[in-house]
């Protein structure tokens, strides 16, 4: 923010600092470590009265003056230089918090260069003792050198108590620096042993070779037991947001985790080969072989630590971008642009957009990421998502992205940030308005004056939703539809039919048509699809079933029923990939391979795998679904709650946040909701509540039944929703839906514009299986299938979503509205019988 930004591009996300700072960690370890090896190397040499020895122990000074000396000291340097370029607000804020500590660290390393020098070019000049005496001052000095570090270094890491008192001795000896000063020392003796290996396999007499690869696997064991333990004392002392943060929240932890497990058992083989099973057939390839993975064994134990941090640069003090956490509300008033002091666009134009994003960019991503490069690329995460889908990404950063600093800059800087890099950085997701050709569609036909039967059909969903998991390898579609039908006999006083009638059903697809029947149960025909229908080739979101009742071998009543159907899930969003089918329908392989490494990273699973080999994943085999009659695995949220408590930590923020994932978009192939509500101004959370509230629903219920994982995701979301937490009430998903009666309190026109929070108490109370007070005729009959309430007014065709109105009373409306009681009574009617109000005026009148 204060300095001018170092451009590194495919090199940066910290690429230098990890090549350099690794390489100089190792030999500075070694540094120290192999100072004690070289006295006491020395000294059981003068104890055992052994020339070669000694001989050896000069060899070795040598070897490990020029590394530690050379390679060591210029890396020191490159470190210096590197930190400074890259994070220049953190390196002066240690500089200067720390300054006497440094400064007596660089005394111990002047004492260190200068000690090691008289010691190597001493050697059969000084007596022994005064000998050894030199090298026990390098020794010394090497590990108050460590120690004077360590503190500097854990303080990034664990600030404690200086976080509150700002006193130089409470960020010294801060909470991790005791096990990181002996796990660090144990490490420098491993190194000791691993880089004696390395000189002793090059000794051309057996018996020497022999003995000195059995001494130096002994440097190599004890240690590595004593660091294991150092290990869990360090990962006790880390307080728990960091202990959070590297074993929990950051998955990009896990790799180096396995690792550093995986590698200690190595290197105790190692070690136990070379020191006691068969230390006369160890060769140089194995030496190299374990002092590469000692290397790695440190370098994955740094990027751990580095990875506690996240993230700040200094733990809870400091971001990654160089931000104090203390000045991060100031500068999300003001903008990035306009706290920052080393940039062109102070303000943003339509004219400098994306060059104010490119230097958002600058400054908000690249301090951790690279633009191409071979560490924490951001090039594939922009090609996943689309600019709004950044956008909310952005937007949740700190919070759903724990191991992100939150986004510094304003909304509009959010916004500019996130259509560069999903725009300009890469070619990225932009979605086409979808062209949609209107077509005509004809009722089935009825005569009023000479029909004695009707048949009013309707779905049990208004609109269903199909990953195609044929196609896409992944299932978490709605249930196949369930298909209703009543047979009424018209009268004075109609009569709701079963006996001695077959009701029937066809679907025709592009894949030919579904045939089947429909079975009679208190007065209501019904039939559950086998599978949720194909989507129309020409994306089309409905299919039209012909639905007829036959009555010895007569048929007496026909109509055509629209079920709703969309293919248009909005994973892609976040999730890259194309669509499946040109015109923006169909969730694609690549969109569900994301879905699903993603899940495997986060939640440990190995659904990948199965899904790569061919299987298609059924999110309902863990997850329950009772929509399905699938009940799951115990552990796992239900599947409503894992979807929408999971994605609405992401989509709080959007305004009509629904529209990211469900079909319901006018720029979309399925078009608007078509329902009468949404006609008249309603939205999704006028019923189901803010994607937050409808979250929060679902999740009060699974902590209620203490499931694993809702309390995370109700602390995530808490005090983001609309409605107070403590007020919501928890619901199951499909048994326990919005009330019509909420707001149509008496079944008079409505008193409030939100059903939210007052739930069915069960399946039988649901809107589709709810009859009327006569209790006979159902009221998806009349009135149509939820989400698709008669007048609807769907994007494809006018005539769809009406087709029974206007079958059997030639409009729109509701059943029976505007006193048309004589679609079934053959006399006028003054009671109202199936509901107060019922003998109205229809108000939502449409052309």
């Excluded at 960690?25 to 020339?51: C, P």
């Excluded at 699809?529 to 010895?552: Q, S, T």
Aim: proline share 6%; with cysteine; charged share 15%.
């Amino acid at each position: 923010m204060n300095y001018p930004a170092w451009q590194l591009d495919a090199f940066g996300g910290g690429f230098f600092i990890a090549l350099i700072a690794i390489v100089h960690v190792y030999v500075s370890h070694f540094a120290v470590g192999g100072g004690l090896f070289l006295v006491l190397t020395e000294m059981k040499g003068l104890r055992e009265g052994s020339s070669e020895i000694i001989a050896y122990t000069r060899r070795h000074t040598r070897f490990f003056l020029l590394l530690t000396m050379v390679l060591g000291a210029t890396t020191g340097v490159g470190i210096w230089f590197t930190i400074a370029l890259l994070n220049p607000a953190a390196t002066s804020f240690l500089i200067h918090l720390f300054v006497f500590a440094w400064a007596i660290e660089w005394v111990f390393f002047l004492a260190e260069i200068v000690s090691l020098l008289f010691y190597y070019y001493t050697f059969d000049r000084l007596e022994p003792r005064k000998h050894l005496i030199l090298g026990w001052i390098y020794f010394g000095c090497a590990w108050l050198s460590l120690f004077f570090i360590n503190g500097i270094i854990d303080f990034m890491l664990t600030p404690g108590a200086w976080l509150a008192d700002n006193n130089f001795w409470s960020g010294f000896f801060n909470p991790t620096f005791w096990p990181a000063l002996f796990f660090r020392t144990f490490m420098a003796l491993m190194l000791a042993g691993l880089f004696g290996f390395l000189t002793s396999v090059n000794i051309k007499e057996a018996g020497l070779r022999h003995t000195m690869v059995r001494y130096c696997g002994m440097w190599l064991l004890p240690p590595l037991i004593l660091l294991l333990g150092s290990a869990l004392w360090y990962k006790i002392a880390l307080p728990l947001p960091q202990q959070e943060m590297i074993f929990s929240r950051a998955p990009e932890m896990k790799p180096f985790l396995t690792l550093f497990i995986w590698l200690s058992p190595l290197i105790f083989a190692g070690g136990l080969t070379m020191a006691i099973l068969r230390p006369q057939a160890v060769r140089r390839p194995l030496a190299w072989l374990l002092l590469l993975l000692g290397f790695l064994y440190l370098g994955s134990f740094e990027f751990i630590r580095e990875g506690g941090r996240r993230p700040y640069i200094i733990h809870d003090y400091m971001y990654s971008t160089s931000i104090k956490k203390a000045d991060m509300g100031q500068i999300q008033k003001t903008g990035v642009l306009a706290s920052a002091r080393w940039v062109k666009n102070k303000t943003i134009t339509a004219e400098n957009r994306m060059d104010a994003g490119k230097e958002l960019f600058t400054l908000l991503c690249m301090p951790c990421h690279s633009a191409g490069g071979p560490l924490n690329d951001i090039l594939p995460l922009a090609r996943r998502f689309s600019p709004a889908g950044m956008r909310s990404f952005l937007a949740t950063m700190g919070t759903a992205n724990p191991y992100m600093p939150p986004f510094a800059g304003n909304e509009e800087e959010q916004s500019v940030l996130a259509d560069y890099l999903t725009t300009r950085l890469v070619p990225g997701i932009v979605n086409k308005v979808v062209k949609i050709n209107k077509e005509s569609i004809k009722p089935a036909p009825f005569d009023k004056e000479t029909g004695e039967y009707l048949i009013l059909a309707s779905s049990d969903k208004g609109m269903i939703l199909s990953s195609e998991p044929e196609l896409s390898g992944i299932d978490f579609s709605f249930a196949p539809p369930t298909l209703q039908a009543q047979v009424i006999l018209r009268g004075e006083a109609p009569s709701v039919l079963t006996d001695d009638i077959q009701v029937s059903y066809r679907i025709d697809t592009d894949q030919g048509p579904l045939l089947g029947n429909m079975i009679a149960a208190e007065g209501t025909f019904a039939a559950t699809l086998a599978k949720i229908p194909p989507i129309a080739k020409d994306f089309r979101p409905y299919l039209l079933a012909e639905i007829e009742a036959v009555k010895g071998g007569k048929v007496i009543a026909a109509t055509r029923l629209k079920i709703g159907l969309s293919n248009e899930i909005g994973c892609r969003n976040c999730h890259g990939g194309p669509w499946r089918q040109q015109g923006r329908t169909g969730l694609s392989r690549q969109t569900a391979a994301d879905i699903l490494a993603i899940h495997d990273k986060r939640s440990s699973t190995k659904l990948s795998q199965d899904f790569h080999s061919g299987k298609i994943v059924v999110c309902a085999d863990c997850h329950a679904d009772s929509s399905r009659g699938a009940a799951g695995q115990p552990g796992p949220l239900n599947l409503s709650a894992a979807i929408h408590g999971f994605h609405a930590a992401y989509l709080y923020k959007e305004n009509n946040s629904c529209t990211f994932c469900h079909a319901n978009s006018a720029q979309g192939a399925t078009g608007n909701m078509e329902d009468l509500h949404s006609t008249i101004g309603l939205e999704c959370a006028n019923c189901h509540g803010s994607l937050t509230d409808h979250a929060m629903s679902l999740l009060i219920e699974e902590q209620q039944a203490q499931k694993p994982g809702s309390a995370k995701l109700v602390a995530l979301l808490a005090d983001k929703g609309e409605m107070a937490q403590e007020k919501i009430q928890g619901r199951m998903p499909w048994s326990m839906e919005p009330d019509c009666l909420t707001c149509h309190v008496g079944f008079q026109p409505p008193d409030s514009s939100t059903a939210f929070n007052t739930w069915s108490a069960d399946k039988k109370g649901l809107f589709v299986h709810r009859h009327g007070e006569e209790g006979a005729l159902l009221c998806t009959s009349c009135h149509g299938s939820q989400h698709s309430l008669y007048p609807a007014d769907n994007a494809y065709s006018k005539e769809v979503g009406n087709l029974q109105p206007l079958q059997y009373q030639n409009n729109p409306y509701p059943l029976g509205a505007d006193r048309g009681c004589a679609v079934c009574h053959t006399v006028e009617m003054e009671e109202e019988l199936h509901h107060p109000g019922s003998l109205g005026t229809f108000r939502n009148r449409v052309e």
